[in-house]
Structures are given as structure tokens and as C-alpha cells.
């Protein structure tokens, strides 16, 4: 059983392209690094797996070896704060003979970040409808007073500290998002990774 063997091996086995023993080196990688992710279990926002992890993924993603674990190697860059990086591993995906469509997805309603939004977010809760696509309709919506508007969520207000937006549900621990640029909210939580969210210019 994947518990009953050691990180090395573990890595060894992920290398050989064996997709459950990526998630499970992942999470050996990341408890040790972490102290069993605690980070994650409070904020709901899951910790940078360890970088060995990182890289190694991201190799394995572009020799070609399946659109499932490039995703997983993507969510290791956005986890690890590396946006671009995971659009571009996104790509990968999304190219693949066999993908599920959600990287495809994905990368089209991230194309419009730049690294100049992300180096330089914008600061305060933002006000507006934004949506995952620029054209979709509004998913969440936040008013002048904070109030905030999920789909299938009671308003809540939102909080913001050090950059990070939560707004609280039902799922227990909250959604977080940060800035990136005026426009821009990324998922940072659970839930979000890899979802960009755009404001409409066109709501109400």
C-alpha cells in the first residue's frame, strides 16, 4: 500500500507514471514540508507542495505522458503562486488526444492575465459582477458595502487581510481569492484553483 513506502520511492513510482503514487508523494512532500499542511486545514487555501514536486511534475506533464497529471502539475504552479506557469501546463493538457475539456477551458478564461497584473495587485475589496468568463454571467457579485453574492450562498460579507479576500460559505473554511490587477480576482482556496474571475463591465 502507497502509505507503506518511503517519499523516495514514491517519487520514483510518479515517475514512472503511475498517477496515484503522484498524489501520494504530493502529500508525503507536502505534510513534511508543511507539518501535515495545517496551513490548508485552517485557511482552506492549500499550501506550495514542496518544489522537487513542482518541477518534477511539470517535466513529467511535457513529455507528453497524460492531460490528467499536467493537471496536477498545474495546480502545483497556481499552489505555488506560478500563474502563468500553470496556464502554460494547462496548454499541455488541453492539447492532449484525450482531455476532459475543463483545461481547455481553463486556459481560455485565463488568457487575458498578464504578468503585470499579478506582479502588481490591486489593493481593497473589489466592487462588481465577475464571472469566469468575460462574457458569462456574473458568479459573484460584490457591493460597495462588502456584501458579497455566491450562487447557492447566503450574502455574506467579505474580509480582506494581507491581500487575501475570503468570503465565507457553507463548505466550511471560506473562499479566497487576491487581485490581480483592477479586474481580476484569482481563486486561491479549494475550490477556485485554477478559475480566474473577470469583471463585467457590462452589469448592472
Known sequence: MMYEIDTAQLKQLCEDHIDSAC?????????????????????????????EYTDTM???????????????????????????A???????????????GASC??????ASLTEQDIVSPASGIPVGAFALRETGDPDITIAED????????????????????RIGHNKGSAFAFRRAGNDTLIGLDFWNQLKVYHLRHDAE
Not at 477551458?105 to 485565463?110: D, E, L, R, T
Request: glycine fraction near 8%; include cysteine; hydrophobic fraction near 45%.
Open 23 to 51: 498524489s501520494s508523494w504530493e502529500a508525503r512532500a507536502s505534510a513534511e514540508k508543511h507539518g501535515q499542511s495545517l496551513f490548508a486545514a485552517v485557511t482552506g487555501i492549500p499550501a506550495a507542495p514542496a518544489q
Open 58 to 84: 511539470a517535466a513529467l506533464c511535457r513529455s507528453g505522458v497524460s492531460a490528467k497529471l499536467c493537471t496536477e502539475a498545474a495546480k502545483a504552479q497556481w499552489r505555488s503562486g506560478q500563474y502563468l
Open 86 to 100: 500553470a496556464r502554460d501546463l494547462l496548454q499541455v493538457a488541453c492539447a492532449a488526444p484525450i482531455n476532459d
Open 146 to 165: 462588502g456584501v458579497v453574492n455566491v450562487r447557492g450562498i447566503a450574502p455574506v460579507k467579505a474580509q480582506e487581510e494581507q491581500g487575501i479576500i
Open 105 to 110: 477551458q481553463n486556459v481560455a478564461n485565463m
